[in-house]
C-alpha cells in the first residue's frame, strides 16, 4: 500500500510530517513496567505493555500530527503560527476551526453550548484505487484533552484537499498548550469491498484445534506472540 502525502509548496519544510504509528508510540508505554504485584493474584502479572493486540493496534497505520502549538485556557484556543504566505487559494491557514453545537446536538458527542473543533488538514492524502482511510482517535491516547470523532473517507477518489478531523473538547477546564506534533488522528487504509460474512458450527477437526489451542494458552504466556504474531518491532 502506497500512501502519498501532498502540501502546499510553501509548507513543504515546515510542517510536521505524518509519521507510522509505531513511531509515535507514547512515553507512558515505554515507561510503563511490564510486569506489576496483584493482590488478587498473589503475584506479579503482565501488563498490557506485553499484550501484543493492545499495542499493535496503537502501532498500526499513521498518525497526521498537529502543525503548531495550540494554547487553551478553559475553553479558549489561541495559536501564534507564523508560516508562509501560501501559494495555494482556499486553503485553510489556521491549525483548528470549529463546528457549531447544533451540528452534533441529539448524538453522545453533545457538549450542551459547546462547540466541536476541527482540526484542519495541511496534507492531502491520496489512497491506491479501491482503499478508502479510516481516522480514529490516537488508539489508547484517553490522555490528551479531546476525542477525535471517526470517520472514513474514499481517499483514493477523494484527494485533491485535505481531510479536515473534526473532534470534541473532553476537558472543558483544561489549560495548557498542545505542542506541535501532538498526535491528532490515527489512520489506516481500509478495502471498501464489503466482507463476506459466514457462520458455521466447528466441525470434529476444528473443535480438536480450539480445545489443542486453548490448553497451550492455559499452559503458558506468549501462545500469540511466539506462534500466530506476524514479526513486529517492539516496545522496550
Given amino acids: 500500500m502506497k500512501i502519498t502525502f ?23 508505554l515505554r515507561a510503563m513496567a511490564p510486569r506489576r504485584p496483584s493482590a488478587v493474584h498473589g503475584r ?17 497505520g499513521f498518525l ?8 487553551v485556557d478553559a475553553g479558549r484556543f489561541q495559536w501564534d503560527w507564523d ?38 488538514s ?31 473517507v474514499d481517499a483514493d477518489r477523494f484527494h485533491d484537499v485535505g481531510i479536515n478531523f473534526p473532534a470534541v473538547w473532553t476537558d472543558p477546564g483544561y489549560r495548557g498548550t498542545l505542542p506541535r506534533g501532538t498526535p491528532i488522528a490515527q489512520c489506516y487504509p481500509v478495502p471498501r469491498e464489503a466482507p463476506e460474512l459466514e457462520c458455521l458450527p466447528m466441525d470434529a477437526a476444528a473443535r480438536q484445534r480450539y480445545e489443542a489451542l486453548a490448553a497451550r494458552l492455559l499452559a503458558g504466556p506468549g501462545v500469540y506472540r511466539k506462534g500466530y504474531r506476524s514479526k513486529r518491532g517492539t516496545v522496550d
Avoid: Y
Fill in 6 to 28: 501532498r502540501c502546499d509548496p510553501a509548507l513543504i519544510d515546515v510542517l510536521p510530517r505524518p509519521i507510522p504509528a509505531r513511531a509515535g508510540l507514547p512515553d507512558w
Fill in 83 to 120: 508560516h508562509p504566505a501560501l501559494a495555494v487559494e482556499g486553503h485553510p491557514r489556521a491549525p483548528l476551526s470549529f463546528h457549531v453545537p447544533e451540528q452534533i446536538e441529539g448524538s453522545p458527542l453533545a457538549r450542551g453550548a459547546q462547540v466541536a473543533i476541527k482540526f484542519n
Fill in 122 to 152: 495541511f496534507w492531502t492524502i491520496a489512497l491506491e484505487p479501491g482503499w478508502s482511510l479510516m481516522a480514529v482517535h490516537p488508539v489508547h491516547r484517553d490522555e490528551l484533552p479531546f476525542r477525535l470523532v471517526t470517520g472514513m
Fill in 64 to 71: 497526521v500530527l498537529l502543525p503548531c502549538d495550540v494554547h
Fill in 44 to 60: 506479579a502479572i503482565r501488563t498490557v505493555k506485553q499484550c501484543p493486540p493492545f499495542v499493535d493496534a496503537m502501532a498500526h
